[in-house]
Structure formats: C-alpha cells, structure tokens
C-alpha cells in the first residue's frame, strides 16, 4: 500500500509544496501516480482563497470517502490553505479524513502516512484522523526538494512563506501565518543543482516576493534583499532565465525597476497585483498604493524594458464598488493593456475584515457582467498583441513534448507566451530562435529558425 495521488488546487504555491511532498515521499519509498484511481492514499492540497475553491475539495473528500466505504484501507488526506483555515471543524464534517495537514506541516506528510498505514495493519482500519495544523518555526526551509528522474527545464523555487499584509479581502495571512524568509545561500545551492539536472529556468515564489529578507537582511548599496537575491541567482552559470511571482506594488522600488535594465537573465514579464482601479476601492482593500503610483511603476518598467509584458489580479464586485469604481478599474485596465489577467468575483471569507465588517452588496450578476467586461478587454489585448507578434522571430525555451501533435514542441518566449512549433527532442532545455506563423486564442505557432553552424 504506497501509492500516492496528489491533487493540488490553486495556486503555484501549492503546486510547489505539491511537488516537495512528492519528492519527501518517493525518498520514503511511496509511489507517486498520476491517476487516482490507481492510488491507494490521496491527498488534497487545498486552497481557501475563495468559497469556490473550498466547495471543489469539500465535493472531492466526500466522493472519496464513497470509495473508503467500499475499501476502508483506503487513505485520504487534506493539506495546505483549507485544511488550515477550516481546522478541526473540517473532520467534524468529513469524518472520513484519514490525515489534515497545515501549510507548515507539509514535510510531516510521510511520517504521518507511515503511521496511518501501520495503525491500519495492527488494528484494523479504525476511524481517526491524523492532526497537526501547528506553525513550526524553519518549515520555510522545508519546501525545497524537486522530483527526481523528469528533468524540469523550468522550475518553482520557494524563497518565502506567508504574508505580513492585512488586505480586507484575503484568507491568506491566517493560512500560511507571517513572512519567514528562506535564507539566501540555501535557495541559491537549491538552485544550482536544478541547474545541474538541466533546469534552465526559475520561477521564484512567495505571497509578496519583493519584501523577501525585509528586517532580516541589510540593504546594500540601495539594494534591497530581494534585488540582491536576484543579482546572486542571475549569476549561476548555466541558468538561463528568472522569473517571480508576485511582487506588491508596495515594495516595487527603484531598485527593482532598475534590475530589469540590468540583469539580463530577469524576463520582461511582470505580475502585478492591482486588485482595482479606484483609490476609494483600494483603500477598503487596504492596499498601499494608489492608482497613480502603480501607474508610475508600470511606466518605469517600460521606460526601462519597453517590451515588458504585464499581467494582474483584479477583484471584482468588492463592497461598496460602484459603477464609477468599476468604470475606474475597467478603463486602466483597458489602458495598461495587460497581456494577462486573473479577474476574480468578489468572495466574503469568514475572518476576513471585508467578510466582518461590510456587506457584500454588489449583485453576483453584477460581480458577472464585471468580469466578462474585463475578459472582453483581456481578449481583445490579447489579439492584438498576437497579431503584433505574427512574423516576428522569437527565442523560445523549448520546455517539453506539447501535448498534442506528433513532433511538436511547447515552449515560452521572454514575455511568457507560449509557442508550439515542430522540434525534436535533443532542443529541450535549448534557446531557440522561433518565427511566429499563426495564433490561436492563448497559443502562439511558430516554426524554427534554422541556424547555420
Ligand atoms: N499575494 C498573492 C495573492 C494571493 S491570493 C499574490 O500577490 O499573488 C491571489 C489573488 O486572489 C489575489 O491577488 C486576489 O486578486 C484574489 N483574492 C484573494 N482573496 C479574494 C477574495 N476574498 N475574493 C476574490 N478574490 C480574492
Ligand atoms: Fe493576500 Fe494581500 Fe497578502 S492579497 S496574500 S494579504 S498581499
């Protein structure tokens, strides 16, 4: 009995501490498969930043526990924001949940199964579940392994956890708890030997990357911690390229605008939070800025790296937005020009101030009509920027097999679109250059530039 099945919902985050619990429990000796119905645990790294979410991993435990009556060895387990936000209250109503695991407990997930698996063996399969939703001091330094065997061309690196923000709206700062930040010489090893195994690509990660090492680590020369850590990572031999996500508009310093002048490894690809377009609406958030200050942040990337791509997460429908808070969000959205976006429906989550203290008065089929205006402008950038890109040559980090079309190719340009163009397996990890011949809706066409050696 050691066959896993991870599901993950939401974000990179989870997608990320997914992946080191698969790799903490493959060195144990579980199976990680990619099918649940050839498991025999599965667990659910959830997310609770919206009820949606909540009600999907809600749904999938209760069809799970359909099957645990058949087959009562049968192991179910519940991880990461939900299983913290809901606590104990969750296996009240899903008493079939063998394991409820915290987003700071993540590297207990294989000692804890082990001793579910050998209770069953002793007693008998016996209701109870295996709790620890408890903070623990360095569980930041805990996210750090990656799954051997598949070469990952381009991979997640966690350099912090949790959020010191207070945003009205947003679960997060009660489910991943305060900053803790990785230290610097431990994500950049991590790092190198991703390098070594043929990464070519990082994608940092935390809740707000840009206030990473605040208080803890000097600044140098006017350089905050997080330029330093990328200044440190831009110089691994043999990495090609870095991304992140998410800075704040907060912390988006000079000095960070400054590194995408000079740090050629760092893409022109930015993701933005702005949440909405009315200073009355973000000061209900409480977010930090105004509308003119992000505004001046967008232009200085651009001024610094003029094919800089942006995209963002906007709320929709918070308390209290009028038309005229709306219009304000729709019409710097539209000006902006965001290459992508996610728009989210307002959604109350119990704790939270906004859910406390305001009324969610706006209508869902306002919060509705909200959103499809803002995809409307989405798609329509999007064409645009498609069209533009139509016979232009592109370098592409040629990532993986596509998943469909015999002989083709998925990879990413700079500004993070994707391309699919005819390869062969020996280019992956490879930068090549590719000409655009065609678009679809997310998906650029292309074929490659053939070099002469
Ligand atoms: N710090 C993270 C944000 C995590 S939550 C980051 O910058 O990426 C991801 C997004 O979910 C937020 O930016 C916000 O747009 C959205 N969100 C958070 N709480 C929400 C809520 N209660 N209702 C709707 N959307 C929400
Ligand atoms: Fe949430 Fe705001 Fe932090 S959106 S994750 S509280 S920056």
Request: aromatic share 6%; net charge negative.
């Amino acid at each position: 009995m050691n066959r896993v099945y991870i599901k993950t919902y939401g974000c990179q985050m989870n997608e990320r501490d997914s992946e080191a619990v698969a790799s903490l429990l493959t060195d144990r000796g579980y199976s990680i498969v990619p099918d649940e119905h050839q498991a025999d645990v599965v667990l659910l790294n959830t997310c609770a930043v919206r009820d949606q979410a909540e009600q999907k991993a809600i749904g999938k435990t209760g069809h799970l526990a359909k099957r645990k009556r058949k087959d009562p060895n049968f192991v179910i387990g519940v991880m990461g924001c939900m299983a913290q936000n809901r606590g104990e209250e969750l296996v009240d109503r899903l008493p079939d949940l063998d394991l409820l695991v915290g987003t700071q407990k993540f590297h207990r997930v294989p000692e804890m199964l082990d001793q579910i698996i050998a209770r069953q063996k002793a007693l008998g399969p016996k209701p109870s579940t295996l709790i620890d939703l408890a903070s623990e001091e360095g569980s930041e330094e805990t996210i750090r392994d990656h799954t051997e065997g598949e070469r990952q061309v381009s991979a997640f690196v966690s350099i912090m956890q949790g959020c010191n923000m207070h945003c009205t709206f947003c679960i997060v700062p009660k489910t991943r708890g305060p900053e803790r930040y990785r230290s610097m010489d431990s994500i950049c090893a991590e790092i190198e030997e991703l390098v070594s195994k043929g990464t070519r690509e990082v994608t940092l990660l935390g809740q707000i990357v840009n206030s990473y090492g605040m208080r803890q680590i000097p600044f140098v020369g006017g350089k905050s911690p997080f330029v330093q850590l990328l200044e440190r990572i831009n110089a691994i031999d043999g990495l090609e390229r870095i991304r992140f996500t998410s800075p704040h508009p907060r912390g988006f310093q000079r000095d960070l605008v400054e590194a995408y002048g000079e740090l050629p490894k760092l893409m022109p690809y930015v993701h933005l939070p702005l949440q909405s377009g009315s200073d009355r609406i973000l000061k209900a958030m409480r977010r930090p800025y105004t509308v003119r200050r992000f505004r001046e942040i967008v232009t200085q990337l651009r001024e610094v790296q003029p094919e800089i791509c942006f995209s963002t997460d906007i709320i929709v429908g918070f308390p209290g937005e009028t038309d005229e808070d709306f219009a304000m969000t729709r019409d710097l959205f539209d000006e902006i020009g965001f290459d992508m976006a996610f728009i989210f429906k307002y959604s109350p989550r119990s704790g939270t101030p906004s859910a406390e203290e305001m009324v969610d008065d706006v209508p869902q089929a306002v919060k509705e009509a909200r959103n499809q205006e803002l995809l409307d402008i989405l798609g329509k950038h999007s064409l645009r920027r498609n069209q533009a890109m139509q016979g232009t040559i592109q370098e592409v980090l040629v990532e993986q097999p596509a998943r469909k079309g015999e002989g083709k190719f998925l990879g990413r340009t700079p500004g993070n679109r994707k391309v699919i163009f005819s390869a062969s397996e020996r280019l992956i990890g490879e930068l090549v250059p590719v000409q655009i011949t065609d678009t679809s809706v997310t998906t650029l066409l292309g074929e490659l530039v053939l070099q002469h050696v």
